[in-house]
């Protein structure tokens, strides 16, 4: 096998952005990860002022995130503007129980903002960062990733009136951190967790509403605080579907949320494998949650390797 050459990777794609852009403009939208992190990196090399950068406030970003990819960012002199499109995004699940229905309602939703944000800004290339874990599922019909289109069959041209630009399509998460790292990307977006595009809508089972999400942003803060230390490939809280019977220190009955907790090893999410967490991390992650997130009256841990599982619920 030949050995990944990120420093030819980076000349080439540079190149590549600067053929297809050419003197048009481009947006990027930022999710605080390393891919969409690397693709607008690669972009202003290639394009400089003619390549914008937004970041989407959909409402299923973690807490503080836009606060967090506008810092990094201003620190390598890239200016995020944030979009807040919570209000579009919530409505458009609104009754989506299916998993696959959400993820194609979400892919709907983002793609028509983005249509919007693009016109505003007089873009009509969208630079993606897409990799081919993300290609491989969709095309294979394991989930619809929300970054698919075209690999599917969708023309982003004819249905939202953009061409999209993916350069970074060939690589795996692995090298992609290689890319990263080359680039002098700090340390923090180079290991950063993947989060899915989706963000919280897909680690809530079903229906989406605005106090589930309430649940699950503070379930993930809980777990991203108390983990931040762990080597694993993903670590994240899921709030299942329906609820569980507890009882309160008062002796009376509590009907609450359900939290099952994921913690994976990975390479390059095509498989992952469960981490054997101590036990004291756990019953300390479980203690936060049951005191600090109101509602939660279970606390779970996922056994589960992909195969036969997938790293995200939904
Ligand atoms: P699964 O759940 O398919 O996840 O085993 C593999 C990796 O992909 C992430 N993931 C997504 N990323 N859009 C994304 O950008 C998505 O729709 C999506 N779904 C899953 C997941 O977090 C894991 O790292």
Redesign the pocket.
Known sequence: MIRFNSKKFIEEKIAFIKNEVRDDVAIVALSGGVDSSVTAVLGFKALGKSLKAIFLEDGFMRIGEAERVCKVFRGIGIDVKVYDVQKEFLESLKGIRDAEEK?KAFRETFYRTFSKIARELGASIVLQGTIA??IV?TAGG??T???VLEQIGINPLEKYGFKIVEPLKELYKNQVRLVARELGLPDEIVNRR?????GLS?RILGEVNEEKLSVIKKATLIVDEELADIECF?AFPVLLEGKATGVGEDSSRKYGYIIALRIVESND?MS?KYVKLDWHRLEKLRNRILKEVHGVTRVLYDITD?PPA???FE
């Open positions: 993820r874990a993300d599922e394991v989930k990733q929300h970054n993947p989060f899915p595009g989706p897909i993903q999410a992952a992909k997938t790293i995200e």
